[in-house]
């Protein structure tokens, strides 16, 4: 860990006026000081953004809710608003690390987590996300957690977040804040892809914090299921996971979102797979077309092709138990 | 001089004792290596190796050292004087070979390897100067891959048993075979205390050094030989120890690198590695296993064949009791054994936890359960069918071996009868329901050992032996079988161990600590209880012929006729403060004719999730056979861990290697999976009577490696049933049975 200054601000504009290309925000701090004590991030200086105003969860005009960039994960789990009208969101946080972890870290924290490739981890060794034109040992090495969807020759690392790939189902929206005034992220366009840049994860600039996360209004309380598949039955990323939210018309299928993690460098979907099962009747075989259709581009590396199987299954698993209860 | 009149009563050994210092650790106060403080101590930071092969040609610490509070660099350019011959570096758990130097020259034989040491006023600022320390290396091509490495294997130094009779022939005419190959990786210890050692430099020199060990006079001989100090300006301490698995046997590169800036800086200096460094030496081999096991239409075994290849370093032969067991647990007159080492660009290899059975008995009762389903018979009756009343390996026959009432009692208390045999016959739901079985074996030795025993006017008593408490227990048995022996409740005995000042102890391992250190407490503390019938004896003529056989004993009295005689009024009315002895003890003779070991049997529920291939252990029996338990409560705490890890070595545990790289890259708590709580069901631990008058006057085995052998092969016998799938190459991960 390298030495680094500290300030704590008392207002939003206070904070993003302190911040640079040196410097980094810190809440919880539940992966900024694990990355710190592996030297992986080097701030020269931390911003302690936990005496901000941004702990509310609130309705807004248009019946959705605006969450508090410092809303820890697990109050926000366990929110009444959140477990009776987003039980998606409250199953994918509890999906997510222990609940010490859930107790610190913030829910803007959680959309900067960073990858937990083990060549990023390890800052003696290669890798374009951590030194960008390094090289990516995992495309060759180790890669039996990595990318099947969306990677590049750059870097092939996953996206960690269980709370990301709910949020991205659910079609979030990220408020921001930076020297240059606010704005506001659709949750789609928030990470990226790796491409040739695979050292920036989101879109987010140097000077810009997170304030909210702003959820719709709900649609999808009565349909929906996340289901994450991992090594051990707690405290692992995971291997796959599926975020299922579906709007049912009878059997017919009014609206769906199908957001997967573990796949990609960023959450991941296809409208266009959602878009063809709209209307559809609920069958396993509409559910089986929907995960091969999501899954056709996928590329698996040397350690990982179990993971296209495992996609497929589970992406019929988790609509199944969103729309009947895992009866198809 | 046995005294064995125990007034009836409350005997101290069987019972479920709260664990003596457990309200220490539970509330913060007992101290680990690496938590001593001093006014004015320094810290330590290694710099590690990132090449696997190759040598240093140049290090840059001039940014380090520019770094304010940043005292002193060490490399192997700038150290103190260390020994010169393999021979000093041989600690009493040393593979063959030449040991590991630190800072030795420039050679690199490992990725990991410690090449320097920064040392600064706080641990802060040593590791960030030990980041900016640039090493410049000269890369040699390097081999970490055992599946390639495994073409120039060689016999292990093992002394592993001659074949017997005929396996070809034999093998060739069995009406029932199995020929299978099976794999194991490496896995590292992991305690969750990382190594450490605190060198406090005294006035005169002398070094007061708290180390992560489980030997305390085994670093103290290190230290002697490898730095040609005195041995009596070396103590080492390790009155706390976090867990170690084997991890602490040998003396850890932390140990002579703080004792080096220690000596060179004439301070006091700790060295704690990071959770990274704690993959940077000794972990359980990977192994590559061949079994072939031929049988009689009923069952019965005519030829075994166990092959094993396992890894090692190019500086030493780490061997390990991998194949004995294929030769020793069941009936069987043609066997044949081989076990042979790799040498690959890592660090040596380091016994873990039941080292060689774990890994050993994972193909042996893996191919039983195979040849059961090839022969048609059930997997428990099977191995009733072949049950050995005396040891192949070596013709002697057992101590006592309860085996077949581990089988019995286990499968009883699981409900093993109402299994299905046919694969994906059971379910519950989307649950493939699998159950399976597997046996265990350990060997129950014991070694030499020493213990003191004092008694002061009070009637209170102090044993002491130089060995460790792991977390095992040691305090508290040690406590029973002193009160015992003693006759005085454990109220009124302190044990004190982890000084290598104190009696000699052997290591900490092997789990034949109780067998060696609690026979010598209990010979100790006999010796003290003759000590006070003597001093009867001189204070009472009366008494002064007085047969030790008709002397009772308990309670803290001696009772001779009608008499009682406090031992606080005992040491009172001699003339001396405190009365004490110390015996050297040793394995009785008896034992030469017998072979001794620990037995189990046992019994896995699994449920695998037929879509997802997630894997999950709902349920396990282990049926124990140990001899007598000393503590019934700290003895199942050791099985349940046992079995707990062997949940991790079927499913999880696995150092993932890079081999273009050279280096472990999972060398994290977060990706080098253990099991955690979510993923432990009902695990039920069951001890059966086993009474053995050879094994040492206890009558007491050990327990500290039996319980995770047999695990892993129980749980990919029971996916086996689950799923129809038999998975040889551990750990089972789901995208194996997917």
């Not at chain 2, 260390?82 to 009493?92: G, H, T």
């Not at chain 2, 300006?233 to 602490?248: E, M, W």
């Not at chain 2, 100790?524 to 003597?534: E, H, I, P």
Request: proline letters at 5%.
């Amino acid at each position: 860990m390298n030495p680094f200054s500290y300030s704590k601000p008392s207002d939003v504009t206070q904070a993003v006026n302190l911040a640079s290309p040196a410097s980094r925000f810190i809440a919880g701090g539940t992966n900024l000081l694990d990355l710190m004590k592996e030297n992986i991030a080097r701030p020269e200086h931390l911003i302690d953004i936990t005496g901000l105003p941004l702990k509310d969860v609130r309705p807004t005009d248009s019946g959705g809710l605006m969450i508090g960039a410092l809303v820890s994960n697990a109050d926000l789990a366990w929110h009444p608003l959140i477990e009776r009208d987003y039980p998606l969101l409250s199953q994918a946080i509890l999906a997510g690390a222990s609940p010490q972890l859930r107790n610190m870290a913030s829910t803007g924290g959680n959309l900067l987590q960073r990858t937990r490739c083990y060549y990023f981890y390890d800052s003696t060794v290669p890798c374009n996300k951590r030194e960008p034109g390094t090289g990516c040992p995992a495309k060759e090495g180790l890669n039996r957690i990595h990318a099947i969807l969306g990677a590049s020759d750059a870097c092939v690392a996953t996206h960690p977040s269980d709370m990301c790939v709910a949020l991205a189902a659910l079609e979030a929206r990220v408020h921001v804040q930076g020297r240059a005034g606010a704005r506001v992220i659709e949750f789609a366009d928030f990470h990226r892809l790796p491409g040739d840049a695979p050292q920036r994860d989101n879109q987010l600039g140097d000077d810009e914090l997170i304030t909210a996360v702003e959820l719709p209004a709900p649609r999808f309380q009565q349909h929906s299921h996340y289901l994450k598949i991992r090594d051990r039955a707690s405290y692992a990323f995971a291997l796959i996971s599926v975020a299922a939210a579906v709007e049912l018309d009878g059997d017919v299928i009014r609206d769906v979102r199908i957001a997967l993690g573990g796949v990609a460098h960023k959450p991941w979907r296809d409208t266009a797979v959602e878009q063809s099962l709209k209307g559809q009747p609920v069958s396993r075989e509409n559910f089986v077309a929907a995960a091969d259709a999501m899954l056709r581009d996928a590329q698996p590396l040397a350690h990982n092709a179990f993971k296209i199987k495992l996609a497929r299954r589970a992406i019929v698993r988790a609509l199944s138990d969103a729309t009947l209860g895992g009866t198809v | 001089m046995n005294a064995n009149t125990p007034i009836p009563g409350n005997s101290a050994l069987g019972q479920p004792m709260d664990r003596v210092d457990g309200r220490l650790k539970v509330t913060g106060q007992a101290r680990y290596a690496g938590e001593y403080p001093e006014d004015g101590l320094l810290h330590g930071s290694v710099v590690s190796s990132t090449i696997a092969s190759g040598r240093v040609v140049r290090i840059d610490a001039s940014q380090a050292l520019a770094v304010p509070g940043v005292i002193a660099f060490i490399d192997h350019t700038n150290r103190p004087h260390i020994a010169s011959y393999d021979e000093d570096y041989q600690d009493a758990d040393a593979a063959e070979g030449s040991p590991f130097r630190p800072f030795y020259n420039d050679r690199v034989l490992y990725s990991g390897q410690p090449l320097a040491l920064v040392v600064a006023d706080t641990l802060e600022l040593a590791r960030h100067a030990g980041s900016l320390v640039r090493i410049e290396y000269e890369t040699e091509s390097h081999q970490t891959d055992l599946s390639i490495g495994q073409s120039d294997a060689h016999t292990a130094p093992a002394e592993t048993p001659k074949p017997r009779g005929d396996f070809s022939g034999a093998f060739a005419q069995a009406a029932v075979t199995v020929d299978s190959h099976y794999s194991t990786p490496n896995e590292h210890h992991n305690p969750m205390e990382p190594h450490a050692s605190t060198v406090f430099y005294k006035a005169d020199g002398s070094l007061e050094i708290h180390d992560k060990t489980q030997g305390t006079q085994n670093c103290q001989d290190y230290l002697h030989s490898v730095f040609g100090l005195e041995k009596e300006k070396i103590r080492i301490l390790a009155a706390f120890v976090g867990g170690a698995f084997g991890s602490g046997l040998r003396p850890q590169y932390q140990l002579p690198l703080a004792v080096m800036a220690a000596l060179k800086l004439q301070r006091s200096v700790r060295l704690t590695l990071t959770r990274q460094q704690m993959f940077t030496f000794g972990y359980r081999p990977q192994t590559l296993q061949h079994m072939r096991l031929g049988a009689s239409k009923d069952g019965k075994l005519m030829a075994i064949a166990h092959d094993a290849i396992g890894q090692t370093s190019r500086f030493e032969d780490f061997a390990e009791h991998v194949v004995e067991w294929s030769g020793m647990l069941y009936q069987c007159d043609n066997v044949q054994l081989s076990y042979k080492l790799a040498p690959l660009d890592v660090y040596t290899p380091l016994d873990m936890r039941a080292p060689g059975a774990a890994s050993g008995m994972v193909a042996l009762e893996c191919a039983m359960d195979e040849l059961a389903i090839a022969a048609g018979i059930d997997p428990v009756q099977l191995r009733i069918a072949n049950f050995a009343e005396s040891n192949g390996n070596e013709g002697k026959p057992y101590s006592s071996k309860e085996l077949l009432a581990c089988y019995e009692q286990g499968a009883e208390r699981f409900g093993w009868s109402k299994r299905n045999p046919e694969p994906r016959s059971m379910r519950q739901g989307r649950q493939l329901v699998g159950w399976g079985m597997a046996g265990g074996v350990w060997e129950a030795m014991q070694m030499p050992a020493s213990a003191k025993a004092s008694i002061d006017s009070s009637g209170k008593i102090t044993v002491s032996s130089a060995t460790t408490d792991i977390g095992t227990g040691t305090y508290t048995v040690m406590t029973q079988i002193a009160a015992e022996a003693a006759g005085v409740s454990p109220q009124d005995v302190t044990f004190v161990l982890g000084d290598s000042s104190l009696p000699t102890s052997p290591l900490q391992g092997g789990s034949f600590t109780v067998s060696s250190v609690g026979t010598a407490v209990q010979q100790a503390c006999r010796a003290l209880r003759a000590k006070l019938l003597d001093a009867v004896r001189m204070a009472h003529p009366q008494y002064a012929v007085v047969d030790m056989a008709d002397v009772g004993y308990g309670d803290g009295y001696l009772l001779i006729d009608d008499q009682r005689f406090a031992y606080a009024d005992i040491v009172r009315e001699s003339s001396h403060e405190t009365l004490e002895v110390q015996i050297d003890a040793k394995p009785d003779e008896k034992r030469e004719g017998y072979s001794t070991a620990t037995h189990s049997a046992v019994f896995v529920e699994v449920l695998v999730d037929e879509d997802l291939g997630t894997i999950r252990v709902n349920r396990v029996v282990d049926a124990v056979a140990a001899g007598r338990v000393v503590n019934s409560k700290t003895a199942r705490s050791q099985i349940l861990g046992g079995v707990v890890w062997g949940i991790g070595q079927a499913l999880q545990e696995e150092s993932q290697t890079d081999h273009t790289l050279g280096r472990f890259m999972n060398h994290s708590l977060a990706e080098y999976h253990i099991p955690v709580n979510a993923d432990i069901g009902e695990i039920d631990v069951l001890f059966v009577e086993e009474n053995d008058s050879i094994v040492n006057d206890l009558g007491s085995k050990g327990v500290g490696e039996i319980g995770i052998v047999g695990v892993a092969s129980a749980i990919a016998n029971a996916i086996y049933h689950a799923t129809g799938k038999r998975v040889r190459e551990f750990p089972i991960t789901l995208d194996k049975v997917l």
